[in-house]
T-cell receptor
Framework: GEDVEQSLFLSVREGDSSVINCTYT??????LYWYKQEPGAGLQLLTY?????DMKQDQRLTVLLNKKDKHLSLRIADTQTGDSAIYFC????????????FGRGTSLIVHP | DVKVTQSSRYLVKRTGEKVFLECVQD?????MFWYRQDPGLGLRLIYF???????EKGDIPEGYSVSREKKERFSLILESASTNQTSMYLC?????????????FGPGTRLTVT
């Protein structure tokens, strides 16, 4: 079945850039998502990219999609302590499915 | 402001008890989901529903059942709670339309079974 993989932890210094990586296996993925989960809360959509795009930028966030390698990344510029959270990569296949496949989540730790 | 609410943030139950977790959404979404979240395992889909009184098993339905009597409400039932069901439970909803179909999540219920 489909699989979405991401590393479990990332530690960065405040002010640096963070890059969270994700790989997926389903070549029919139409949308790819990044969700953020702050401590004690549910997930919230951070951004998404349609499969015919290779980059999307939204303020401090840059999403890069390499469809050939099935690789998705999320770059957070000027990382702040408030960015500390778990970041989930997810994809949605074509064919009318509305159920995304989630990765295991990357815990981003921002230290001063 | 769109909202998914869950009946409890924290719940402590004894082994063998029947447990009800309630989820309500105010966005008129057709699809609703129950996930459990465990450290290192991410989100695992328990059940989902695409319409009132309709339900489908997810990846880990064993030990759980669900009920959807009204469009806005989706309940998760643990018929006889066990310690391995100690977890964070997340409810989500989404529209049944084309497009990105963002999932909206509730704040979660942390269930401890002793």
């Amino acid at each position: 079945g489909e699989d979405v993989e991401q590393s479990l932890f990332l530690s960065v210094r405040e002010g640096d850039s963070s890059v969270i990586n994700c790989t997926y296996t389903d070549s029919s993925s139409t949308y790819l998502y990044w969700y953020k989960q702050e401590p004690g809360a549910g997930l919230q959509l951070l951004t998404y990219i349609f499969s015919n795009m290779d980059m999307k930028q939204d303020q401090r966030l840059t999403v890069l999609l390499n469809k050939k390698d099935k690789h998705l990344s999320l770059r957070i510029a000027d990382t702040q302590t408030g960015d500390s959270a778990i970041y989930f990569c997810a994809d949605k296949a074509s064919g009318g499915s509305y159920i995304p496949t989630f990765g295991r989540g990357t815990s981003l730790i921002v230290h001063p | 402001d769109v909202k998914v609410t869950q009946s409890s943030r924290y719940l402590v139950k004894r082994t063998g008890e029947k447990v009800f977790l309630e989820c309500v959404q105010d966005m008129d979404h057709e699809n609703m989901f129950w996930y459990r979240q465990d450290p290192g395992l991410g989100l695992r889909l328990i059940y989902f529903s695409y319409d009132v009184k309709m339900k489908e098993k997810g990846d880990i339905p064993e030990g759980y059942s669900v009920s959807r009597e009204k469009k806005e409400r989706f309940s998760l039932i643990l018929e006889s709670a066990s310690t391995n069901q100690t977890s964070m439970y997340l409810c989500a909803s989404t529209q049944m339309t084309g497009g990105a179909n963002e999932q909206y999540f509730g704040p979660g219920t942390r269930l401890t079974v002793t």
